[in-house]
C-alpha cells in the first residue's frame, strides 16, 4: 500500500511538469531575436518574444511607404522620376532621372524587388522629399497607434533614429492588410513594368519566397541589413483564420515563419454563428393578417475564434408591433458574444406585413370611445 502511495504520488508531482513541458513543446523554437504572431482580425497576440524591444526594421519599412502612397496617392498618375531619386544604394531596379512610370508601378517595384530607389521617387512624388514623406509616414503611425516606431526615411536604410517594435510591424501589417490595393501588390509573386519608356520591361520577383513555399502566405515583406540582420513580415490564411508574424534579426526567418503559421493556425478556427434564416420569431401585431409579422435572418455571420470559445446570443425585438410595417423592414437583431465582448450581429428582417385599419372619426371622437 506505501508503495502505491509512493508512487501516485511521483505521479501527482510529475504532473504539474509534463503540463510544464507540453506547453514548452506547443511553442517554436525560433531564430529570431524578437518575433511577434497575432490573430490578423482582432490583434490577439499568440506568441511573443521580445516584441516590444526597439529594432531597426530595414525593409519592412517599406510596407509604411506603399500604405502613405496608396491612400494619399493616384495609383493611375504618370511620375517623372526625381534625379535625387536615382542611384540610392541598396536593392534598386536602376531608374532613370525623368524617366516616366505609373505610381502603381513604383509601389510593385517597391514591394516585389524592394527598391530604394522606387521608394525614393514614391517620396519625392508624394511630399517634395525625403524628410517631409517622412512625417507623413510618423503621421500615419501615430493613427494607427504604433506608439514605439519612429521613421526617418521611406526605404529601411540604416538611421539610429529610424526604429520600430515586431509588435508596431504587426499592427502595421494588419492595418495594412485592410487595403484591398496593398494585398494584391503583397501577394503577386512576378509583375512587369516599363523599362524607359518603349525600351522593354522590367520583371519584378518578389523577394518573400514564402509565396512559393507555402500556399497559405499572402504576403508581407522582406528586409535587410548589416545593423539589422533578416527581417521579415508574413501573414498566411487558412480556412478563414489570417495570422500575421514578425521576426526581426531570424538567421532563420524562412522557418521560423512557416513555425509561427502553422502555431497559429492549431489555435484559431473559423466559427459559422448564423446561416440565412436560421433565427425566425414571430411577433405579435393585431395589425397583422394572422395575429403575428415574421422576422427572420437573411444575413449570415463567420468569425475566427480562438479554439475553447463558449459563443452565446440572445434576440432584441419588440415584444408587440403597433405600428405599419412592411416586408424588409428590420424589427430587431440577434447579438453574439464570447467572454462578455460582441463578436458580431445580424438584423432581422420582417418577411410579412401590417396594415392597421383606416379609422376616419374625429380626433375627439376617439377620445369619446376611449371612455365608453
Known amino acids: 500500500m506505501k508503495k502505491l502511495y509512493s508512487i501516485a504520488a511521483a505521479f501527482l508531482i510529475c504532473l504539474p511538469m509534463c503540463r510544464l513541458f507540453a506547453a514548452a513543446e506547443s511553442m517554436p523554437a525560433l531564430s529570431a531575436h524578437a518575433a511577434i504572431l497575432i490573430e490578423a482580425g482582432s490583434g490577439d497576440i499568440i506568441y511573443e518574444k521580445n516584441s516590444q524591444e526597439k529594432l531597426p526594421m530595414a525593409s519592412t519599412t517599406k510596407i509604411m511607404t506603399a500604405l502613405v502612397a496608396l491612400e494619399e496617392g493616384d495609383l493611375s498618375k504618370n511620375v517623372q522620376v526625381a534625379e535625387s531619386a536615382c ?3 541598396g536593392s534598386s531596379i536602376y531608374l532613370s532621372a525623368g524617366e516616366e512610370l505609373t505610381l502603381e508601378d513604383l509601389v510593385y517595384a517597391l514591394m516585389l524587388e524592394s527598391a530604394n530607389d522606387a521608394a525614393a521617387a514614391i517620396a519625392y ?4 522629399g525625403i524628410e517631409p514623406f517622412a512625417e507623413r509616414m510618423n503621421r ?13 526615411n ?12 515586431a509588435h508596431d510591424l504587426a499592427k502595421l501589417t494588419a492595418y495594412a492588410l485592410q487595403n484591398d490595393q496593398f494585398r494584391k501588390i503583397v501577394s503577386t509573386y512576378r509583375h512587369q513594368i516599363p523599362l524607359r519608356g518603349d525600351e522593354g520591361v ?3 520577383l518578389n523577394h518573400n519566397k514564402l509565396l512559393r513555399m507555402s500556399e497559405d502566405v499572402i504576403g508581407v515583406k522582406t528586409g535587410f541589413t548589416k545593423d539589422s540582420g533578416r527581417c521579415l513580415v508574413s501573414a498566411a490564411e487558412r480556412g478563414g483564420v489570417c495570422v500575421i508574424a514578425v521576426t526581426l534579426n531570424a538567421p532563420d526567418d524562412w522557418k521560423d515563419h512557416l513555425s509561427l503559421h502553422e502555431l497559429g493556425f492549431s489555435r484559431y478556427h473559423t466559427e459559422h454563428l448564423a446561416q440565412a434564416g436560421q433565427f425566425t420569431y414571430d411577433i405579435p401585431c393585431p395589425f397583422a393578417e394572422n395575429g403575428t409579422v415574421t422576422a427572420t435572418n437573411t444575413d449570415s455571420l463567420s468569425v475566427c475564434l ?3 470559445t463558449e459563443v452565446t446570443h440572445s434576440a432584441e425585438a419588440p415584444h408587440l408591433l403597433l405600428t405599419p410595417v412592411s416586408v424588409g423592414d428590420v424589427l430587431g437583431r440577434v447579438v453574439f458574444t464570447a467572454n462578455g465582448e460582441i463578436l458580431g450581429e445580424i438584423p432581422l428582417y420582417a418577411q410579412t406585413s401590417a396594415v392597421p385599419p383606416e379609422d376616419n372619426r374625429s380626433f375627439g ?3 369619446l370611445d376611449k371612455f365608453h
Open 202 to 204: 522590367r520583371v519584378l
Open 154 to 165: 521611406p526605404h529601411g536604410l540604416s538611421d539610429e533614429a529610424h526604429y520600430t517594435t
Open 125 to 128: 512624388e508624394i511630399a517634395g
Open 365 to 367: 371622437q376617439k377620445i
Open 87 to 89: 542611384g540610392v544604394e
Open 306 to 308: 480562438k479554439n475553447g
Open 140 to 152: 500615419l503611425a501615430e493613427k494607427i497607434g504604433l506608439n514605439a516606431s519612429h521613421f526617418t
